[in-house]
């Protein structure tokens, strides 16, 4: 079992920065990677970005590429994404999600360990 717990929501103006954070635990051996994912109101929940655990190869959705970054701290166990650039159309529930296993890193089914979430919400 992995416990993923997520944190640096909050309210942010557009153009601002914010900086979520995803905390890993559970399971003895690292996944293969671990993802951000959001869901805004009334709509399906989106892929955003992914990272390897020990390449750190990085994966970005068209919509965040140049604004987001994801990145890891191996001895943590931690995951972060800074955002920056902000827009209001980044308002949404974020979520981090775990995988042990390679394939398409946007896919949702993928990914087997989630979450709670962190409401992130850009005000125009």
């Known amino acids: 079992q992995v416990q993923l717990v997520e944190s640096g929501g909050g309210l942010v103006q557009a153009g601002g920065s914010l900086e979520l954070s995803c905390a890993a635990s559970?399971?003895?051996?690292?996944?293969?990677?671990m993802g951000w994912f959001r869901q805004a109101p009334g709509k399906e929940r989106e892929f955003v970005a992914a990272?390897?655990?020990?390449?750190?190869?990085?994966y970005y959705a068209d919509s965040v590429k140049g604004r987001f970054t994801i990145s890891r701290d191996n001895a943590k166990n931690t995951v972060y994404l800074q955002m920056n650039k902000m827009k209001p159309e980044d308002t949404a529930v974020y979520y981090c999600?775990?995988?042990?296993?390679?394939?398409?890193?946007?896919?949702?089914?993928?990914?087997?360990?989630w979450g709670q979430g962190t409401q992130v919400t850009v005000s125009s």
């Open positions: 990272i390897t655990w020990s390449v750190g190869s990085t």
């Open positions: 999600a775990s995988r042990y296993y390679s394939g398409s890193m946007s896919t949702r089914s993928n990914y087997e360990y």
């Open positions: 559970g399971r003895t051996f690292r996944s293969y990677a």
